[in-house]
């Protein structure tokens, strides 16, 4: 049969395609097996990779990485050295602005890290070698905390467990003087030669044109424990004082030793630091000690001694009232507004006098310690944390402007009441005169040759012995200027401070026990005045306690085999409630001997020609025998008599 209309390309075209995809398809699997169809090109036309090369290579790769991510592998890149640019640079400084200068050339220091102030290359400078505080000495002191120190000072209060025991406290001071003088010479240069050495004068930009800005004033104490000299001490900040050694702990950067610098040009903060007040008490015992000033000479009359005590007091009083208007100022407050405050307060309560009595003691104080004032010997610290780096308070600190007025007001009446001592002593027309009604106007503390420097340790023990020694440390001209030191001095830039050198030990000092007992008269057995004794003997002994803030007296008579000292109670005025005060000692007498020496001069009559053996029941220790002609004549006991009659304690 003919087929019409249809081509031989239609009739045939399925089959045409089926045999080119056989072709396409034979092909291709042939090229499977023929050669490496599925390898790729190597980078930079190296060669060709087959497919079973692939994973070898990524191991291989993976691994090169790894050993580069490693930190100890060395690095891929070399980087060149940098080109120097500080001759560059130091040249531009010097060529001048226009192509043809018209003014003479001039330097202004305005890169001084980096241009080291125009000094020229390669110079050194002298370091200073801060010379050792001198003349060392230390005082105790035995007072009662005034009430509000406590709430001001929380860390205090961990000496006072008991609320219901009076705030006694017995503490040391260690004063020293220091030579500013010397340190101006060595930051200048003036005690070397700088032509002959080759050096240069310290830039006085460096510290402000300060030398003398003292950062820190370090005390050491030493313990005497079975006369072996041990336990070295260094003393903190006692709580409250204005210090900067937390920031001296840790890294010291640009501002917080800009900040230092400027707290430091301030006087009241640099008094803080190297003259810190003790907190108020009740009655102002504490004054620094005085290197330069010996004490009051032993062996003047009573009423002459008596005196100069008054009047040293006063002139510390007046001086102490001068640091408070100071610091008051520095609160934002005013002198006129103590004035006004001073005209609301009710006049002081009269200071008891002395009253007779069994022992000739004095008739207790109501509480208060007698005065029923006390007085601010914390200015300028309490007020600032014990971290410092801060500034005194704003003026919206009302409560902090009315305490510094209130110590104020109390510094004033103390000085009133010991000029009212001193007139029943000598003549109106020798009696000094009044505090002035407002300071002179306050100077910076170190601006003169000499300054007394002085640090308070509350951890002492009644009854111990102990010395203390002091450093001076002070701001480093050289921190922070390693880019302008050559290479022998960089070191010096690494330190905040620059330490002298330590001083010398002070003299022993042996804290005064709040208990003391003396023994004053002696009658041996068979001695008229021993009468009604059993002929056991007799004695007469004086105890000293202190107890809130006051000196306690009572005298005791005992024989051979009493113990000394008992609990006694005293009435109050006002309907108070009665004051217990413990005047137990622990000591037993044991014997009453007559003294055998011929040439002491001692007369039975008298209770002078006898000895007292006692034993201390509390803390075994060996026998003691006491001497009424040795005792009679202590000054310690002298003192606290004193204290006892007139009051002040």
């Not at 011929?598 to 006491?626: F, H, M, N, Y």
Request: proline residues 10%; contains cysteine; negative net charge.
């Amino acid at each position: 049969m003919k087929t019409k209309g249809i081509t031989i390309w239609e009739l045939h075209a399925e089959r045409i395609v089926l045999g080119l995809a056989t072709v396409l398809l034979v092909v291709f699997t042939a090229r499977q097996f023929i050669g490496e169809p599925n390898a790729v090109p190597k980078p930079q036309g190296t060669g060709v990779i087959a497919p079973d090369e692939i994973d070898a290579l990524l191991q291989a790769e993976a691994e090169r990485l790894l050993e580069r991510l490693d930190e100890a592998s060395p690095p891929q890149i070399e980087l060149p050295d940098p080109v120097p640019a500080l001759d560059y640079l130091l040249a531009r400084f010097d060529r001048p602005v226009y192509p043809q200068p018209a003014l003479p050339q001039f330097h202004v220091a305005i890169a001084p890290n980096i241009r080291g102030f125009e000094r020229e290359p390669g110079v050194e400078f002298p370091v200073p070698q801060v010379k050792a505080p001198y003349q060392v000495v230390v005082k105790s002191y035995s007072d009662a905390l005034a009430d509000d120190v406590l709430s001001e000072h929380v860390d205090l209060q961990e000496q006072f467990p008991d609320p219901s025991q009076p705030l006694d406290i017995t503490f040391v001071t260690a004063a020293a003087r220091f030579s500013v003088a010397d340190l101006r010479r060595q930051f200048r240069g003036e005690h070397v030669d700088l032509d002959a050495e080759g050096k240069a004068a310290i830039p006085s930009s460096w510290y402000k044109d300060r030398p003398e800005n003292i950062v820190d004033v370090v005390i050491e104490r030493q313990q005497l424990v079975d006369a072996h000299w041990t336990n070295i001490t260094t003393l903190d900040p006692i709580p409250g004082q204005f210090t900067f050694r937390p920031q001296l702990g840790e890294g010291i950067g640009a501002g917080v030793r800009d900040q230092v610098i400027e707290q430091l040009g301030d006087p009241v903060v640099q008094l803080d630091i190297i003259r810190p007040e003790f907190y108020p008490t009740k009655n102002e015992e504490w004054s620094p000690p005085a290197p330069d000033q010996p004490e009051i000479p032993e062996g003047l009359a009573p009423k002459e001694e008596e005196v100069r005590r008054i009047k040293s007091d006063i002139e510390r009083f007046k001086e102490k009232r001068k640091r408070l208007i100071e610091r008051l100022e520095k609160l934002g407050g005013t002198f006129e507004e103590c004035g006004r405050d001073r005209e609301d307060r009710q006049p002081p309560p009269p200071r008891p006098g002395p009253a007779g009595g069994p022992g000739g003691k004095r008739q207790p104080p109501g509480p208060g310690g007698g005065t029923g004032v006390g007085m601010s010997g914390g200015a300028g610290m309490g007020r600032r944390g014990a971290g410092g780096g801060k500034g005194p308070a704003d003026r919206g600190d009302e409560a902090a402007i009315r305490r510094r007025c209130n110590e104020i007001n109390r510094v004033d009446e103390r000085i009133a009441a010991r000029k009212e001592d001193l007139s029943g002593l000598i003549d109106p027309g020798d009696a000094l005169e009044g505090a002035p009604p407002h300071p002179d106007e306050p100077h910076p503390p170190l601006d003169v040759d000499e300054i007394t420097i002085w640090g308070h340790d509350l951890t002492v023990e009644p009854s111990e012995t102990y010395r203390y020694r002091l450093t001076v440390k002070i701001y480093n001209p050289f921190f922070g200027k390693k880019r302008s030191l050559v290479d022998q001095q960089q070191d010096l830039a690494e330190s905040f401070t620059l330490s002298s050198a330590v001083s010398e030990w002070s003299d022993p000092l042996r804290v005064s026990p709040p208990l003391r007992v003396f023994i004053t008269k002696a009658t041996p057995a068979g001695g008229r005045a021993a009468a009604g004794t059993l002929g056991l003997g007799r004695a007469t002994a004086q105890v000293y306690r202190f107890y809130d803030g006051d000196q306690w007296v009572e005298t005791f008579h005992v024989q051979p085999g009493d113990y000394i000292g008992t609990v006694k109670e005293y009435r109050m005025p006002d309907g108070e409630e009665p004051v217990r005060i413990d005047f137990s000692t622990g000591l037993v007498v044991l014997d009453i001997v007559e003294d055998i020496d011929p040439g002491r001069g001692g007369s039975v009559g008298a209770g002078r020609a006898a000895k007292v053996l006692l034993q201390d029941l509390r803390t075994g220790e060996i026998l003691q025998l006491r001497d009424p002609q040795v005792e009679i004549l202590n000054p310690d006991r002298r003192r606290l008599e004193q204290r006892a009659r007139s009051g002040k304690a």
